[in-house]
């Protein structure tokens, strides 16, 4: 397949970070966090987004994949970066562009977690289709809440969707998928992680987060 040269940073001068990790490390939390901190605070224009679903042919894309028929992991794989496409074709672009920080609940790493990783699809075609599919973006910095599968599944509610009864094995190689990930991030010339160890209380993360986002935004040292 071939994959347009993948640019690093995005076209304008927005920021573009992403949050990772599994089901019920407190993603969606920790994102909403930081998003009023950087509104109220800072005075930036915030835009808090999420994969699957952050349009509405993505609402419809997240149904199909999470609670429609079984399919196999290649069509999955196609699902999610077909939500991408669209996702940042209509949203996360024009927003860099107007310079606003774009926080996405789940982005492309979530891909070579869950299909390469869990489905266990290779690594190098989802990335390559998800490069594709999004025109080479990626993040400036992904935030990985890291947490024990068990601990995850302890904290959801609800009827559990197609990936949430994906099993045990499933969602411990989508972890080692995630840390293996960051831990090869520098030496592959792929966009900073910060790992957060998302057992601790939710303010001290937080606070690990803004100290961080402050550097990758410039403001602090
Ligand atoms: P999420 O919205 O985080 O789930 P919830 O709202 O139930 O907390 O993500 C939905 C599921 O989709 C989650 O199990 C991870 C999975 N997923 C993939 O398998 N691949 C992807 O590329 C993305 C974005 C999500």
């Not at 990335?127 to 601990?151: F, K, N, Y």
């Not at 831990?183 to 966009?191: I, K, L, S, V």
Request: glycine content about 10%; aromatic content about 4%; cysteine-free.
């Amino acid at each position: 397949m071939h994959v347009p040269a993948a640019p690093s940073a995005p076209d304008g001068p927005g920021f573009f970070l992403s949050f990772e990790g599994g089901d019920g490390a407190g993603k969606s939390t920790q994102l909403h966090l930081l998003a009023r901190w950087l509104r109220d605070t800072l005075g930036r224009e915030v835009v808090t987004t999420r994969e699957p679903g952050g349009t509405t042919l993505g609402v419809e894309l997240r149904n199909a994949v999470l609670h429609g028929e079984d399919v196999d992991p290649r069509t999955e794989a196609l699902l999610y970066a077909t939500d991408r496409a669209h996702h940042v074709h209509t949203v996360i672009r024009p927003a860099l562009e107007r310079g606003a920080v774009v926080l996405t609940d789940r982005y492309l790493d979530s891909s070579v977690a869950y299909q390469a990783g869990g489905r266990e699809l290779s690594a190098a075609e989802v990335e390559d289709l998800s490069l594709w599919a999004t025109g080479g973006l990626r993040p400036q910095l992904t935030v990985l809440l890291d947490l024990d599968p068990d601990i995850g599944r302890g904290r959801l509610t609800g009827a559990p969707d197609r990936l949430e009864r994906a099993g045990d094995d499933f969602h411990s190689r989508t972890r080692q998928a995630y840390l293996e990930r960051a831990r090869t991030a520098a030496a592959d010339g792929r966009q900073p992680w910060l790992v957060v160890d998302a057992s601790r209380p939710v303010d001290e993360i937080q606070s690990e987060i803004r100290a961080h986002v402050a550097v990758a935004l410039g403001l602090a040292p």
